[in-house]
T-cell receptor
Framework: NAGVTQTPKFQVLKTGQSMTLQCAQD?????MYWYRQDPGMGLRLIYY???????DKGEVPNGYNVSRLNKREFSLRLESAAPSQTSVYFC?????????????????FGEGSWLTVV | AQSVTQLDSHVSVSEGTPVLLRCNYS??????LFWYVQHPNKGLQLLLK??????LVKGINGFEAEFKKSETSFHLTKPSAHMSDAAEYFC???????????????FGTGTRLKVLA
C-alpha cells in the first residue's frame, strides 16, 4: 500500500530559488495537509485542503503556496526560498471514517521531504 | 478548546523492561485520540487510536494505550521494550473545525524513547 507519497526526499536550494514539493495519496481521502517539523517547534500546519478545489491557511503559511490539483494530489510551492524554510516537510491526508466505535478522521503521513536552503 | 500534554520529553528504559509514555488531554467533548511513532528520518506512523469499543486500545508492535476519562489521560505502554522501539512518540487529539467541519490535529511535543541494551 503506497498511502501518502511525497517527492523529493531531499533537496538543497539556494536562497531565492523556487521549488515545488509534490504529494499524492491513494486512499481516496478528501482532506490533505502540509506540515513542517522543526527541532523544538513540533509539527506546524502550513496549509490544508478540505476537499478538491479548496485550500486554507494553517499556522505558518507565509512564504508558501499550495495547489490541490485533484483529489489525489496536493503540492506545496516555495516561490523564493529562505534559510528559515530549512525544515522537514510532511504531507498528510485524512478521510471520514464512521464505524460502530469510531467516528472521526485518522491522519496518515508521508515519509517526509528534507529541505535545506543555503 | 482541545490540547494535549506529553509529560516527558525523554524516557530511557532498558531492553526488556516496561515502557510508559504519558499523555494528558483536554477536550470539551468525547475526544479522538491517537498515538504516532516517528523513527529517525521517517514519517509519522499510526500506532493506535482510541475508539469507544474499549478503554484499553491495542496497537501495532505490542503497544497499548488506556483511555481514562476521569484522569483525562491516554498513556502508552508496552510490557517489554525492544531496541527497535527507540523513536519519538506523539500523542494527538483531533477535533472538528467549527466553521468548515474539517478536522484539525493537535500534536503533543513528543517523547523521545531511548532503549538501553
Amino acid at each position: 500500500n503506497a498511502g501518502v507519497t511525497q517527492t523529493p526526499k531531499f533537496q538543497v536550494l539556494k536562497t531565492g530559488q523556487s521549488m515545488t514539493l509534490q504529494c499524492a495519496q491513494d486512499m481516496n481521502h478528501n482532506s490533505m495537509y502540509w506540515y513542517r517539523q522543526d527541532p523544538g517547534m513540533g509539527l506546524r500546519l502550513i496549509y490544508y485542503s478540505a476537499s478538491e478545489g479548496t485550500t486554507d491557511k494553517g499556522e505558518v503559511p507565509n512564504g508558501y503556496n499550495v495547489s490541490r490539483l485533484n483529489k489525489r494530489e496536493f503540492s506545496l510551492r516555495l516561490e523564493s526560498a529562505a534559510p528559515s524554510q530549512t525544515s522537514v516537510y510532511f504531507c498528510a491526508s485524512s478521510g471520514e471514517e464512521t464505524s460502530l466505535y469510531f467516528s472521526g478522521n485518522t491522519i496518515y503521513f508521508g515519509e517526509g521531504s528534507w529541505l535545506t536552503v543555503v | 478548546a482541545q490540547s494535549v500534554t506529553q509529560l516527558d520529553s525523554h524516557v530511557s528504559v532498558s531492553e526488556g523492561t516496561p515502557v510508559l509514555l504519558r499523555c494528558n488531554y483536554s477536550s470539551s467533548y468525547s475526544p479522538s485520540l491517537f498515538w504516532y511513532v516517528q523513527h529517525p528520518n521517517k514519517g509519522l506512523q499510526l500506532l493506535l487510536k482510541y475508539t469507544s469499543a474499549a478503554t484499553l486500545v491495542k496497537g501495532i508492535n505490542g503497544f497499548e494505550a488506556e483511555f481514562k476519562k476521569s484522569e483525562t489521560s491516554f498513556h502508552l505502554t508496552k510490557p517489554s521494550a525492544h531496541m527497535s522501539d527507540a523513536a519519538e512518540y506523539f500523542c494527538v487529539v483531533s477535533a472538528r473545525r467549527s466553521q468548515s467541519g474539517t478536522y484539525k490535529y493537535i500534536f503533543g511535543t513528543g517523547t523521545r524513547l531511548k532503549v538501553l541494551a
